[in-house]
């Protein structure tokens, strides 16, 4: 079963999702996919893992890099799993391109190329949005493109780690 709980972020109220293992979604209301994240059975109870979750969303949101991860727990597909790997690399303060992921993947994978749209999908369905840094995955040309949470929000994510945005 998959308890539930709240954080109240100063760009928007975000739902938490963990399970004995560990947090398996966070991600703001109204986003994309969100209701696709909830298991059958959930209700909202306590967990410690909660109060790690929100302990690394308050240094987050400070402006500050947490130096640690609440324990998570992803569901995933084989492929969806290397690309939200792969998301966990970006550095904080810094961006990447949908291409750019491909091209790592299909190093990994040991073939020509990958296409971008695949990763971008993988992208667009991560559970655990802002721990596993989606935001930080841009368009080509420099275009804020993709984020379930919305591009008012990716905006937001960005300006929080310094990053200056394309308009």
């Not at 959930?42 to 109060?51: A, G, M, R, S």
């Not at 491909?102 to 994978?109: D, G, L, T, V, Y």
């Not at 040991?110 to 802002?130: K, L």
């Not at 420099?142 to 990716?154: S, V």
Request: aromatic fraction near 8%; hydrophobic fraction near 40%.
């Amino acid at each position: 079963m998959q308890s539930m709980n709240y954080y109240h972020s100063p760009i928007g109220e975000i739902t938490l999702t963990a399970d004995e293992t560990g947090l398996t979604g966070l991600w703001f209301d109204g986003e994309k996919y969100e209701t696709r994240r909830l298991g059958a059975e959930h209700k909202e109870q306590h967990l410690p893992v909660f109060d790690q979750a929100k302990q690394w969303l308050e240094i987050y949101f400070s402006g500050k890099e947490p130096a640690f991860c609440p324990p998570l727990h992803l569901a995933g597909t084989p492929f969806q799993l290397s690309v939200w790997k792969l998301l966990r690399e970006i550095p904080y303060g810094k961006t990447t391109t949908y291409g750019a992921l491909a091209k790592e993947i299909a190093q990994q994978k040991g073939i020509a190329r990958m296409s971008a749209q695949a990763v971008g999908g993988a992208v667009g369905r991560n559970p655990i949005s802002i721990i596993i840094p989606c935001h930080r995955v841009i368009g080509a040309n420099g275009d804020l493109t993709g984020y379930a949470g919305g591009i008012d929000k990716k905006e937001k994510l960005l300006a929080i780690e310094n990053i200056a945005v394309i308009k």
